[in-house]
């Protein structure tokens, strides 16, 4: 089965070679990590204390990992942590948010790479966040008897319908998985369905109910709030953030954000797109556009008081929702399937966002029932949805108190999701009542 896997990634990276060079030679991405993505050259861990590797894909599931391994670290402060990411940006950011932790690129899923990558690291435990199903990782783990859970599991349709379609390949994978935290219950059927024995799949709920920051007091917003004065963002203008943004939704909030500046002078935009890296397209565009603008890593302050911030800074994003009046979360006008909408609740803020959010049904369906926020289709229902937040903003403040209970109603998940993990591998688990509260990082 190894050598049929590594076969069709040889062939996949035939085809695409020509882009992988010109994304490192033209564009300088995917310069970094060659040996432990193809060689498995990950750290070499010396200690004989247990280790739990997790996996997370990139700048979001680093993210979620958060209170997941403050409570691990508080029950068990003798457990090593490993954090692997596949992107460059999600390897930056478990440098600075786990800075105890052995961190580096997740091999890829060549069968000689895993070997050596476990010989290297000897976790005890292999823990995915959400599911990157990496056939090989998977196997050859699970051949070492080394226990493989993931946690705050998701399986869109999509996705589900495409592993069952080749059913005779992934079904052995997914069965060799020992345990699951799915977000939802229909998350933890698609898993069922594609193999999973159902009695190692439970539902945990989304961990991001619990990582989340709900404090706007917190140090990495009062921080930011000296760089937003630099930006020409002044104390009681009314901040208005895109996050997670792609280049189509910039664009639509720069055109609303400028059809409402001179009948609303106190409006700023601060826009906090999804890639860094492709903030100079955006600059070009706005250029183009005529958008005055301001970048983040300037120490150049704005000379123009409306000028629209753009964060081009990787890990903010959620210090930066700790100071909007009001908000949208990208990834949903297109095909991506919508970003994260948890931290702007957190902080009680009123959102909006596109219609195309599959990957967050869990978060989104409770938002919308309990009218915590507003599902936009178009530039102008986007620019409307400014306007009532400006003129209405204690019908906003309301909104965004509901989107607050929502998250306080839906905490729990990462406590679930420990107490699973350490079961697998044998651990006590104590009460969060035993335990001094565990501390989520807001950086």
Same mark, same amino acid.
């Given at each position: ?5 590594? !076969? ?34 990950? =750290?070499?861990?010396? %200690? ?6 997790? @996996? ?7 993210? !979620? ?69 990496? =056939? ?25 319908? *495409?592993?069952?379609?080749?059913? #005779? ?11 699951? *935290?799915?977000? %939802? ?5 698609? #898993? ?23 404090? +706007? ?20 203008? #009314? ?25 609303? =002078? ?15 397209? !955006?600059?070009?565009?706005?250029? +183009?556009?005529?958008?005055? #603008? ?14 629209? !911030? ?16 009001? $908000?949208?979360?990208? $990834? ?7 970003? %994260?909408?948890?931290?702007?609740? *957190?902080? *009680? ?12 049904? %869990? ?30 903003? @204690? ?16 905490? $729990?998940?990462?406590? +679930? ?27």
């Amino acid at each position: 089965m190894s050598i049929l896997f590594n !076969l069709i990634y040889l062939s996949v990276m035939a085809i695409f070679s020509p882009w992988l060079m010109w994304r490192m030679i033209v564009q300088k991405k995917n310069r970094r990590g060659w040996s432990a993505k193809f060689l498995g050259h990950v =750290p070499l861990r010396s %200690s004989d204390a247990k280790c739990f590797w997790f @996996h997370a894909v990139s700048v979001g599931e680093v993210n !979620l990992l958060k209170p997941v391994i403050a409570r691990i670290q508080q029950q068990h402060p003798d457990v090593e942590i490993a954090v692997s990411s596949t992107t460059e940006t999600g390897r930056e950011l478990a440098e600075t948010v786990f800075p105890n932790a052995i961190t580096f690129f997740c091999p890829a899923d060549f069968s000689w790479a895993i070997k050596r990558a476990l010989r290297r690291l000897r976790p005890d435990q292999l823990i995915l966040a959400e599911l990157e199903m990496w =056939p090989n990782l998977i196997r050859i783990t699970s051949a070492r008897s080394i226990p493989v859970s993931v946690i705050n599991g998701r399986l869109s349709e999509k996705s589900a319908r *495409g592993y069952h379609k080749f059913s #005779f390949l992934f079904k052995p994978i997914f069965e060799q998985i020992d345990w699951i *935290g799915a977000q %939802s219950s229909d998350y933890a059927q698609r #898993f069922i369905d594609n193999g999973c024995d159902a009695k190692k799949v439970i539902v945990t709920g989304s961990v991001k109910f619990d990582g989340v920051q709900t404090d +706007r007091k917190n140090a990495a917003t009062l921080k930011l709030k000296a760089v937003a004065a630099s930006g020409g963002i002044a104390k009681g203008d #009314f901040v208005f953030i895109g996050g997670s943004t792609q280049l189509e939704e910039d664009l639509l909030l720069a055109e609303g954000y400028a059809g409402l500046r001179e009948s609303h =002078p106190k409006l700023r935009l601060i826009l906090v797109p999804r890639h860094p890296n492709r903030v100079d397209e !955006l600059c070009r565009e706005l250029e +183009r556009r005529k958008f005055s #603008f301001v970048l983040r890593s300037s120490e150049e302050p704005a000379s123009d008081t409306g000028a629209i !911030l753009i964060v081009d800074v990787i890990g903010e994003l959620s210090a930066w929702w700790g100071m909007a009046d009001a $908000g949208f979360v990208g $990834g949903s006008m297109g095909s991506r399937g919508g970003q %994260s909408m948890i931290e702007p609740a *957190g902080f *009680g803020v009123p959102v909006c966002f596109g219609p195309n959010t599959s990957n967050f049904k %869990s978060t989104v369906s409770p938002l919308i029932e309990n009218d915590a926020a507003e599902v936009v289709h178009n530039g102008h229902q986007i620019q409307t949805f400014i306007k009532w937040a400006i003129t209405m903003p @204690h019908l906003a403040q309301a909104m965004g108190a509901r989107a607050q209970k929502v998250v306080a109603q839906n905490a $729990g998940a990462a406590d +679930r999701t420990v107490k699973g993990i350490l079961a697998l591998s044998s651990l006590p688990y104590k009460k969060p009542s035993e335990t001094k509260p565990a501390i989520d990082s807001a950086a």
